[in-house]
């Protein structure tokens, strides 16, 4: 079998034209366009691609984006003061800090700081624990995006064994509730799992986030599972290359997302999504 491509590109696309729709009913109803406040400090190059990226989705849908590139230098208590400003602002409907932070801010102070009405990228511990209780707010937007991609396959999810491999704030573990939500039996997998193999190999879903080029094998996917690679490598050579082994997995698969343009555009998708629910409720 050769998998279906599930296309986070064009699903994200359409996600965000419908998105820029919401936006102009509110418009014409009288109402300020959402806005979202994008916070990057230094020059990494990566952050630096996915932060223009974002932005230009931002002005696609409409949504105002108020741009802060800091220093590198910036001290966690510089940092902490445009937060609270932020907070305050009534122009403003969400606060994203681009991580990876330089090593002398503590990113979950970071985090907290920022007030979990207003936390786009819902990492707040308040928005992961409502995800927990099955009250979801404002949902982490890869997790978030995961599980639109999973919907459009149209696959029953209720009672299906989802792996996901990696068990990071940002990822795993609201992906590993999100899949719970969802009526999946979830198992997180991380650096101490004996017998990872063993463990895709029983998976309907899998879901990988380890940041390790092609570190999931394509011989442990299982016929006909649901196969979502979060992660994004650089190879030496420069190109791009996901967590899976997506050549050999692809023969496996009844779905597979392709890196680039799977999970990724999704990211920036949930992003506005949460962006425009959080300028609803203010
Ligand atoms: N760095 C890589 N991905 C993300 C993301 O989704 N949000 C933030 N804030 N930083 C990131």
């Given amino acids: 079998m050769s998998a279906r491509i599930l296309d986070g590109k064009a699903i994200a696309d359409a996600l965000i034209q419908d998105i820029k729709q919401q936006v102009e009913e509110q418009r014409s109803a009288g109402q300020r366009a959402p ?4 916070i990057l400090l230094g020059a990494d190059p990566a952050s630096a691609i996915y932060v223009r990226n ?8 409409g949504v105002l984006s108020l741009s802060h590139d800091l220093p590198a230098e910036t001290s966690q208590a510089e940092l902490l003061g445009l937060i609270a ?5 009534p122009q403003v409907d969400g606060i994203l800090v681009q991580a990876p932070l330089p090593g002398h801010i503590d990113a979950a102070t970071i985090i907290e700081a920022i007030r979990p009405d207003k936390d786009v990228d819902g990492f707040h511990p308040y928005n992961i624990g409502r995800l927990a209780v099955r009250q979801p707010l404002l949902r982490s937007c890869t997790p ?15 009672g299906l064994h989802a792996v996901v491999v990696g068990a990071s704030n940002h990822v795993g573990r609201p992906m590993a509730l999100e899949l719970l939500l969802a ?7 991380h650096s101490a799992t004996r017998d990872l193999a063993g463990h895709v190999a029983r998976a309907d879903i899998v879901v990988a986030a380890v ?3 092609e570190m999931v094998q394509g011989a442990w996917i299982r016929e006909g599972s649901l196969v979502v690679d979060v992660g994004i490598n650089r190879r030496p050579d ?6 899976v082994e997506f050549a050999v997995a692809r023969e496996r698969a009844a779905w597979i997302t392709p890196v680039p343009g799977g999970v990724g555009p999704m990211t920036v998708a949930s992003l506005l999504q949460n962006t425009l629910e959080a300028a609803k409720r203010h």
């Fill in 35 to 38: 806005g979202l406040a994008v």
């Fill in 54 to 61: 974002k932005r230009r989705a931002c002005e696609t849908a």
């Fill in 85 to 89: 400003r932020l907070n305050d602002d």
């Fill in 144 to 158: 978030y995006g995961v599980m639109r991609l999973l919907h459009t396959t149209g696959v029953a999810l209720r």
């Fill in 238 to 243: 420069g190109s791009l290359v996901g967590d």
């Fill in 183 to 189: 009526g999946c039996t979830v198992t997180v997998c």
């Fill in 211 to 213: 940041g390790r080029p």
